[in-house]
């Protein structure tokens, strides 16, 4: 079994930060890739970013130049800063590991941004 555990979300004012965390543990053999995904209310999850165990990211439109993701491969970790945070950034942020043909996911974070 594969646990992700994430942490660092809460409420924030539009134009602040926030660094969610994500931390995996259990049997873990090699991610390829890990990442986060974030649903908000009324839609349906979508990606927000994601990260190859060689360190291509890849980033959704709508965060490019505000958000960075970064991983630790050998500590199963992934992490997402969040900068100039929009009202529309307000969802669920699940965190995501693929491992072979497997995808975990977290339980999530809620993060809301205010206007």
């Known amino acids: 079994q594969v646990q992700l555990v994430e942490s660092g979300g809460g409420l924030v004012q539009a134009g602040g930060s926030l660094r969610l965390s994500c931390a995996a543990s259990?049997?873990?053999?090699?991610?390829?890739?890990m990442g986060w995904y974030r649903q908000a209310p009324g839609k349906e999850r979508e990606l927000v970013a994601d990260i190859t165990r060689g360190g291509n990211a890849n980033y959704a439109d709508s965060v490019k130049g505000r958000f960075t993701i970064s991983g630790d491969f050998a500590r199963n970790t992934v992490y997402l800063q969040m900068n100039s945070l929009k009202p529309e950034d307000t969802a669920v942020y699940y965190c995501?590991?693929?491992?072979?043909?497997?995808?975990?996911w977290g339980t999530g974070t809620l993060v809301t941004v205010s206007s």
């Open positions: 259990g049997t873990i053999f090699s991610f390829n890739a």
């Open positions: 995501n590991a693929h491992q072979s043909d497997i995808n975990y």
